[in-house]
């Protein structure tokens, strides 16, 4: 298990170093997960083949501004292959080539591995048609073609597959290339490139057999830099390296261009299942089945000398959004140079500078690209001799930040329509506003220590402690701390408050730290399985590091990766306005933010709750744009600040009489908290939890008693306070639950101990009576967890209306109210007809529905996820996306079955998915009325049903 996380962690690493320096120079995390194709572009058909794709066809010809293709062609030629073919047709500067098409690769795959004949020569057709196009040929020695090969997958996966470049080059060509050039060191330079790529990317030998032969050379010739090398050296160097290939593979280097095209080609193919595209397909649900196609074209040399260059950019600051150019340039140096890192490159300002005329060119051309994609642009650009060619335009990954920015200007250039606009930001990532961010810079400048499962999203540093306490009492001597603890408890809700972050090593994305986390707004990081904690000794160990209290540690609660040590943060705008802590006038980003959900809201059907249990946090929900709490959960109300005493005293009682006495003790607490939440929501409707979780979770620890108890006797401290820890442990052991998911929770609860649901309902009623005296209307909405039996509602059921009758009498104000229950146990949604007999209202709880549909304990679904996700047994975490096909049938049953019963039934879903996207997407479509999500989350829902309801709409 461990070897397998630290395998995975690994590919996971090589990911962003392998991906292209375009990328490379934004926040990597955030264009890493901008990166991921929208929902709706990966379950729409709209770029289906269209009628230019014609059966039987494998090559697509583009150039000399025609082509086969066109951009609506993405499945069929990737979406490279799709653009170069767009700007061929729109006259732009492309140098020629041909795609060979997905459909291709995958026909390769299902042949192991071979093309058949007749698609071979529909690829030799083509380079006859480039040759002749270029006024060149293959192993010409006056004038040879030369080629690069690429991948271009319907997704754009950055950097994730192979490429070659200068194909063509073999011992006649490379003096073609020289007496072309009348440049002896770049054709040498070029062929031992030419040889390093093939030969380790191609014939897979490590990359470092050639590195070695190179500095060998560079040695004996006295050489300091690649460049001080000359044509002679460069000679010799392309002879050891054929000598690397003749030792490693025990054949002479390919000397035929067609050998090489078909090597370079299959090695493109292969790359579509090399680790680091497994994983990056994983991670933005990237489909395994597409394949990718593979681009052929005519190479353009942005180092031929000081007149030529190369470069990457964008039409706008995919970080800010901001409208300006932006990209870097090399002069005299060919793709990989820019992207390797090696050189660092100019600003693209400069280039203004020192080739005005192709400056100007390019910055019309993307301009151009710009508005016929109307959507932000990533291109590559090589200048050949102050010629400029266009190598790639795609639509640039982007920040959220960016992503709003972009949205909202591109309404106020009329360029796009609101309605687009909203289709132009993914929801998810709108979290990414609201969460603290690290400096960029200073982010990349530490390695990942590990990772674990990205439970809240949002930017923590802080000193480590172990425990609840030592936070508290760190954070009010004014330090910044992060928690960190083998997993967490409901006690430890303290110190979650006061943390930067909480970082777990076990538990998964909807243990109890995960809820609470995002709840809050806190990062966490969850199930880092990697870490060893000490709770005890205050040290936790990752990968034989050893970090202790008081050492700094940072995550990134959106990516899950953890580092060790410190790194500056600067706080979300949006959070300071929403909060009151700065005026919408003062923040350009809220304002557009809100812009953007003003649009969304009226695009949606689904309405839109959140899960708060607090008035603060029921407060920022409805800032947020909640209408009304989908789900309070009255027991985390027990956590605050001197009641979990009381509520130990509850559970205490071994007669109903103690028990009713601590009741009374927590009955007006619970009660001002109503009140505070009733009044938060002005009016809009809440939906009150019983007390869900089983009881001993409120108590100390079994092993942790006893050690106390041990330590005590062992010094002799006898007395009162010693047998108080002893009934305690006894109690303990009473409660002691094999199964607690399983186990005496929720209804089962509220009927054997009827007095809970009285008092807690009694709470809810005199708040409502209070607020109907003072002139707010309210209408509580009480609701009963894990019913499965219809006999269970109707028990608790009675009780409810009992008391509702209670206090009215006693207040004298009459009130309305609603019962329902949460379906969340297979059984109810199955007998939903009969339990909608009692209940007005079902409200979703997926978290259990699918911990009990799987059988898979929500706490201790991190031991296995990951090698399940690995292995593809389960493509995503069905607890963090809803399962459709499983999970979601129960879900549609039960709203079939519940209406047919209740036509007037209220449905809502209140579980973790109600915040996620993808399964937002799926409650729109089961008809529900709204979701719940955590308040942080709300504008997440807001967008992400607005997607669903306009992805419906055009027919997915
Ligand atoms: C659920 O099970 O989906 C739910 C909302 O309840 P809880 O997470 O509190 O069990
Ligand atoms: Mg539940």
């Known amino acids: 298990m461990a070897k397998k996380q630290v395998k995975r962690a690994k590919t996971k690493k090589a990911a962003p170093a392998a991906r292209r320096a375009s990328a490379a120079r934004r926040p990597a995390a955030a264009a890493r997960r901008s990166a991921r194709p929208s929902a709706s572009a990966k379950r729409g058909g709209a770029s289906a083949r269209t009628a230019k794709a014609k059966a039987g066809k494998y090559v697509y010809f583009f150039g000399n501004g025609k082509a086969d293709g066109d951009r609506t062609m993405r499945d069929l030629l990737g979406g490279k292959g799709a653009n170069l073919a767009e ?199 990237i489909p395994d089945h597409i394949g990718t196609a593979v681009n052929v074209q005519l190479m353009v040399f942005g180092n031929t000398g000081d007149r030529s260059a190369t470069g990457v950019g964008f039409t706008r600051n995919p970080a800010t959004g901001a409208n300006e150019f932006f990209g870097e340039f090399l002069v005299n140096a060919q793709g990989e140079d820019v992207v390797a890192g090696i050189r660092t490159p100019q600003p693209i300002a400069e280039l203004e500078k020192v080739m005005p005329k192709a400056y100007r060119e390019l910055r019309q051309i993307t301009k151009r690209l710009e508005r016929h994609y109307r959507d932000i642009q990533d291109f590559e650009f090589t200048i050949q001799d102050e010629k400029l060619y266009m190598l790639q335009t795609r639509n640039g990954k982007r920040t959220g930040y960016a992503a709003v920015v972009i949205a909202t200007d591109f309404v106020k250039e009329k360029l796009r329509t609101p309605r687009e606009a909203l289709l132009l930001v993914e929801p998810a990532a709108l979290s990414q506003l609201l969460a603290p961010v690290f400096d960029p810079k200073e982010w990349a400048k530490l390695p990942v220590a590990t990772r674990g499962l990205p439970a809240s999203p949002g930017a923590a540093s802080g000193q480590v402690v172990f425990t609840a306490d030592e936070a508290v009492a760190w954070s009010q001597q004014g330090r910044k701390v992060l928690l960190v603890r083998k997993e967490t408890v409901p006690d430890d809700i303290h110190g979650m408050e006061v943390a930067e972050g909480v970082l777990t090593a076990t538990g998964g994305m909807t243990s109890h730290a995960a809820v609470v986390g995002r709840q809050m707004g806190k990062p966490s990081v969850v199930g880092a399985g990697e870490i060893q904690v000490n709770e005890r000794e205050r040290y936790f160990t990752v990968n034989g590091r050893t970090v202790r209290e008081g050492d700094w540690v940072s995550f990134d609660g959106l990516t899950g990766e953890v580092k060790i040590g410190q790194v500056a943060t600067n706080p979300s705008e949006i959070l300071q306005v929403v909060s009151g802590r700065m005026k919408p006038e003062e923040s350009d980003i809220y304002r557009r933010f809100n812009q953007l959900l003003t649009w969304a809201d009226r695009e949606r059907k689904l309405e839109i709750r959140a899960n708060a249990d607090m008035p603060d946090q029921a407060a920022l929900a409805y800032a947020f744009g909640a209408k009304g709490i989908g789900l309070c959960r009255t027991e985390h109300m027990f956590f605050g600040e001197g009641r979990i005493e009381k509520v130990q005293r509850m559970i205490l009682a071994d007669n109903e009489a103690d028990r009713r006495t601590a009741l009374a003790e927590l009955l007006p607490l619970q009660r001002d908290d109503f009140y505070g939440v009733f009044k938060a929501m002005k009016g809009q409707p809440v939906t009150i939890r019983m007390i869900d979780p089983p009881l001993h979770e409120f108590l100390p620890k079994r092993e942790e008693l006893m050690v106390e108890i041990a330590r005590m006797e062992a010094t002799g401290r006898t007395g009162p306070e010693l047998e108080e820890k002893k009934r305690l442990l006894a109690r303990v052991e009473q409660l002691h639950e094999f199964n607690p998911m399983l186990g005496h929770r929720g209804v089962r609860l509220g009927i054997t101990y009827p007095e809970i649901t009285e008092m807690q309902a009694r709470a809810i009623f005199e708040a409502t009576a209070q607020l109907v005296k003072e002139g707010i209307k309210v209408v509580p909405e009480v609701m009963i967890p894990l019913v499965g039996v219809v006999r269970e509602l109707r028990d608790q059921k009675a009780i409810v209306d009992r008391v509702a009758q209670e206090v009215m009498k006693e207040k004298g104000v009459r009130f309305k109210y609603l019962v329902g229950t949460m379906i969340e146990v297979p059984r109810g949604a199955i007998t939903a007809d009969e339990i909608a007999k009692e209940a007005q209202f079902f409200s979703f709880g997926t978290n259990d529905l699918t911990q009990l549909t799987f059988g898979y304990s929500r706490d201790d679904v991190g031991k296995f996820l990951a090698i399940y996700q690995e292995r593809k047994i389960l493509e995503r975490d069905p607890f963090q996306s809803i399962d459709t096909t499983g999970v979601g049938q129960l879900v549609e049953m039960a709203v079939e079955r519940g209406r047919k019963t209740r036509p007037d039934i209220k449905l809502g879903v209140c579980g973790e998915h109600g915040g996620d996207p993808s399964s937002i997407h799926f409650f729109h479509k089961a008809g529900l009325d709204y979701v719940s999500a955590s308040p942080y989350r709300v504008p997440v829902a807001r967008l992400a049903a607005a997607h669903a309801a306009l992805s419906v709409k055009v027919g997915d």
């Open 87 to 285: 700007m061929t047709n729109a006259g732009l500067p492309v140098p020629p080539g041909f795609t060979i098409t997905t459909a291709a690769c995958n026909l390769w795959y299902a042949n192991n591995g071979r093309l058949p004949a007749e698609i071979e020569r529909e690829m030799e057709e083509n380079v006859r048609k480039l040759e002749k196009l270029a006024g060149a040929q293959f192993g010409s020695v006056t004038n040879p073609l030369l080629v690069s090969v690429r991948s271009g997958a319907k997704f754009s996966m950055p950097g994730m597959m192979d490429t070659i470049l200068n194909l063509g080059l073999n011992d006649q060509a490379v003096e073609g290339l020289k007496a072309r050039t009348n440049n002896g060191r770049f054709a040498y330079d070029s062929y031992r490139r030419f040889i390093q790529m093939y030969g380790s990317v191609v014939l897979e030998i490590p990359k470092e057999r050639f590195e070695h032969e190179f500095e060998a050379v560079k040695a004996e010739r006295g050489a300091k830099t690649d460049t001080d090398l000359d044509e002679e050296g460069l000679r010799q160097v392309v002879e050891r390296f054929k000598g690397v290939v003749l030792a490693e593979t025990g054949k002479e280097f390919p000397q035929d261009p067609f050998v090489q095209l078909r090597g370079a080609r299959d090695a493109v193919f292969r790359s579509w299942n090399n680790e680091r595209a497994k994983t990056y397909r994983r991670l933005y649900e």
